[in-house]
C-alpha cells in the first residue's frame, strides 16, 4: 500500500514529528461541524475506522455520515482513526489518541474490497484477534458496514460481530435503541438481541456450507435458530435530508469540498454497475434540504453535489441556480452527456469548474447495449464538442475493458471512438486558444454481486495484458491525449474479493500473516484463483444470497438474459414493480 499524497504534504510542515503530529495537522486543517455539540451525557466510547489513509477517508462521505450519526446519538461519543504508516505503537484515533483496543465499540466502514488487507493490519496492530469466535468479552464489540457490508460481505464477514446491511440513517435508530436499553451493554447481549432488527446481520449465526468434491460450489446456507434466514438490506425513505461533509480539509482527495448528497440510487440499470441496484430506488434529497447544506458552505470550500447521476435530478438546475446565486462553486461527482442542455453547461462553466469528467464504458455499439449504457458515439462528440467551446479544458474519460464477448473489433470500436473526442476537443479549443488536457482512463470489468454481469468471469490476466497492450499501442504517442490503464493486478484482487466468500477469508489471513500474494496464498491453501474468478452457473447458490437486497435473483437473471441478447431496458418508472424494490 502507497502512502497517502496527503501524508507527504503534511510531512512537508515542519511541525509534522509522528503520527501525533500529523494528526495534530490535519486536526487543525479541519472545519468540524460538529465541534460544538454537546457530548456530556455520552457514557460509551466509539470509534469509527477507515481502512484507508487519512485522506481517502475524507473524502468518503459515507463514512463521515457514520462517524455524525453516531455522534448524534447521544450516549455514544465517537471519535476516527484510519490506516497508518507505522503502526509498531498501536493506532490511534486522531480525537483522543485513544488505541483501539480501549474503545467499548469499533466500527470499521468498507468502501474498497483492496483495503481488506489493512483491516488485519489494524487488527494486528492492536494486537486484536482477526476471527470474531477467537475474541472473548475483554475485546470491543467490533462492526462493519458501508457499500461492501452489503454488497458481498463474505470475504471478511467472519472478522466482524456485527454487520450493517445497507443504509446508517435507517438501521441505527433501532440498534441504538437496543444498546441503551441495557443498563450496563453487554457485547454478547448486543450481539444475540440484534438478530430481530431488520439491516443487521451476525454472520457467526450461518454456516456456509460448500461441496466436499468442488470447493467453489455453495451448497447451502444454515442460519441458527433465531436467526432468520437471510439479512434484509433496510433503506432510508424519502422525507429523510441526505448527508453532506460533517468535516471538510485540505488534507483529503477532494480538499475543501463540502460533499452534499443530492439523491441516493440510480434509476438507469446499467448493467455492470452493483451502486445502481444495491441502493435502489432512486431518491431524492429535499431541494430545501440541499439548499441549506448549500447555505452552510464556507467562504473557502465548494459545495459537491453528491450522487450516482448527479445530472439525472429533477432539481439539479434549480440546486445549481441557488448556489451560484449564493456565491458558493460547486462541481459535480458525475456528469451524464444526455443532461448536458446549454443551461447546465453554462451553469457549470459559471462555476468555475475546469474539468469533467465522463463514463463512457466502450465505444462498441454491441457490447454498450448489453451494458444498457446506450449513448450514440456521434452524441459523446458532439457533447464533448460542446463542453470544451465553452472553456471547460479538461476532460476525462473512463473506460472499460475486458467487458464478457468483448472481441478486438470492439476495442477497435473504443480506439475510434477516443481519437473522434480527440479531434473535436483540439477543433473545439481553437477558440480558447490554448488545448486543454484529454485524458482517456480504461479499467478491467470486474463482474460485481449484485449485478445482471454478476454470473460472468473475470477475463484471464493474460488476456487482459494483450488487450491493455493493444489499447495502448493503437493510442500511443498522440499528442493532446493522455492514456492510463489501471492496475490489472489490483482489479485482479478486487474481483477475487468481490465475488469471494468464506473461503476468501482463510485465503486472505494467510496471505496477510505469510506476506504472500493472494495468488499464491490461495495456493498454499490448495485452491484454484480460476475457481474464484470464474462463470457462474446461473442455478448456483451464491456466498451473497445471505443477503435480501430487495432486488430479485430472478429480476437480475431476467436481465442478464438480456443483456447477453443485446436488448435494453428502459429505466425506473411510476409504477413499475420489476425488481422487487418498489412495494
Ligand atoms: S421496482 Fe422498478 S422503479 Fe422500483 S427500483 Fe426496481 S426498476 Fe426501479
Known amino acids: 500500500m502507497k502512502n497517502s499524497k496527503f501524508n507527504n504534504q503534511a510531512r512537508r510542515n515542519p511541525a509534522y514529528r509522528d503520527i501525533g503530529g500529523l494528526y495534530d495537522i490535519y486536526l487543525k486543517s479541519e472545519r468540524n461541524r460538529l465541534a460544538n455539540l454537546n457530548r456530556a451525557n455520552a457514557y460509551l466510547k466509539a470509534v469509527i475506522v477507515f481502512p484507508n489513509y487519512y ?42 489518541r485513544r488505541r483501539l483496543k480501549d474503545y467499548d465499540f469499533i466500527f470499521f466502514s468498507l468502501s474498497y474490497e483492496n483495503d481488506f488487507a489493512n483491516i488485519l493490519s489494524i487488527l494486528s496492530a492492536e494486537k486484536i484477534p482477526f476471527l470474531s469466535k477467537d475474541r472473548n468479552g475483554s475485546f470491543p464489540l467490533i462492526m462493519a458496514g458501508g457499500v461492501i457490508a452489503f454488497l458481498n460481505p463474505e470475504p471478511v464477514a467472519p472478522l466482524f460481530d456485527l454487520m450493517f446491511i445497507g443504509e446508517a440513517e435507517a438501521i441505527f435508530p433501532d440498534f441504538f435503541e437496543k444498546i441503551k436499553s441495557q443498563n450496563k451493554p453487554d457485547k454478547y447481549e448486543i450481539i444475540n438481541s440484534s438478530a430481530g432488527i431488520k439491516g443487521i446481520y451476525v454472520p457467526a449465526a450461518y454456516d456456509f456450507i460448500f461441496d466436499s468434491k468442488n470447493p467453489y460450489i455453495l451448497k447451502e446456507i444454515k442460519n441458527a435458530d433465531g436467526f432468520p434466514k437471510r439479512a434484509a438490506r433496510r433503506w432510508t425513505d424519502e422525507n429523510l435530508s441526505f448527508s453532506s461533509s460533517v468535516i471538510t480539509t485540505e488534507f483529503s482527495e477532494l480538499s475543501n469540498i463540502n460533499m452534499i448528497e443530492i439523491e441516493r440510487g440510480c434509476k438507469r440499470g446499467c448493467r455492470f454497475c452493483s451502486a445502481g441496484f444495491i441502493y435502489l430506488p432512486l431518491r431524492e434529497s429535499k431541494i430545501d434540504a440541499v439548499n441549506d447544506a448549500v447555505s452552510a458552505t464556507c467562504e473557502n470550500e465548494k459545495a459537491g453535489f453528491v450522487g450516482f447521476g448527479t445530472m439525472d ?73 460542446d463542453i470544451v467551446r465553452r472553456g471547460i479544458t479538461g476532460i476525462k474519460l473512463y473506460f472499460i475493458f475486458g467487458l464478457p464477448y468483448e472481441e478486438i ?175
Open 313 to 385: 435530478g429533477k432539481n439539479i438546475g434549480k440546486i445549481m441556480r441557488f448556489s451560484l446565486d449564493s456565491g458558493r462553486n460547486f462541481s459535480l461527482s458525475s456528469v451524464r452527456f444526455d443532461c448536458l442542455d446549454e443551461n447546465n453547461l453554462d451553469m457549470i462553466k459559471e462555476s468555475g469548474i475546469k474539468t469533467v469528467t465522463l463514463g463512457i464504458e466502450t465505444g462498441s455499439e454491441r457490447l454498450k447495449k448489453m451494458l444498457n449504457k446506450v449513448l450514440s458515439n456521434e452524441n459523446i462528440i458532439t457533447s464533448v464538442g
Open 409 to 583: 473489433g470492439d476495442l477497435d470500436d473504443t480506439v475510434m471512438l477516443v481519437k473522434g473526442i480527440l479531434k473535436e476537443f483540439i477543433s473545439a479549443s481553437k477558440p480558447n486558444k490554448r488545448i486543454g488536457k484529454l485524458t482517456a482512463s480504461f479499467s478491467p470489468f470486474v463482474p460485481k454481486a449484485w449485478t445482471p454481469l454478476q454470473w460472468e468471469n473475470f477475463e484471464d490476466l493474460k488476456i487482459l495484458k494483450k488487450k491493455a497492450s493493444y489499447i495502448t499501442d493503437c493510442l500511443r504517442g498522440i499528442p493532446n491525449l493522455v492514456v492510463n490503464i489501471n492496475s490489472l493486478n489490483a482489479a485482479f484482487t478486487e474481483a477475487f474479493f468481490a465475488r469471494g466468500s468464506r473461503l476468501s477469508t482463510d485465503i486472505l489471513i494467510h496471505s496477510f500473516l505469510n506476506k504472500t500474494s493472494i495468488k499464491k496464498a490461495a495456493e498454499d491453501k490448495g485452491y484454484r484463483m480460476d475457481g474464484f474468478i470464474r462463470k457462474i452457473g446461473t442455478g448456483e447458490l451464491l456466498p451473497w444470497d445471505i443477503i435480501d437486497q430487495g432486488v430479485t435473483k430472478k429480476y437480475l437473471l431476467e436481465e442478464y438474459k438480456r443483456a447477453l441478447n443485446l436488448k435494453t431496458t428502459p429505466q425506473c418508472f411510476e409504477g413499475c414493480k420489476r425488481c422487487g424494490v418498489c412495494a
Open 55 to 96: 485522506g481517502v477517508a475524507m473524502s468518503n462521505l459515507g463514512f463521515l455520515r457514520a462517524y455524525e450519526l453516531i455522534n448524534r446519538s447521544g450516549f455514544m461519543s465517537c471519535d476516527r482513526a484510519f490506516m497508518q504508516d507505522d503502526l509498531s505503537k498501536g493506532v490511534i484515533s486522531i480525537e483522543t
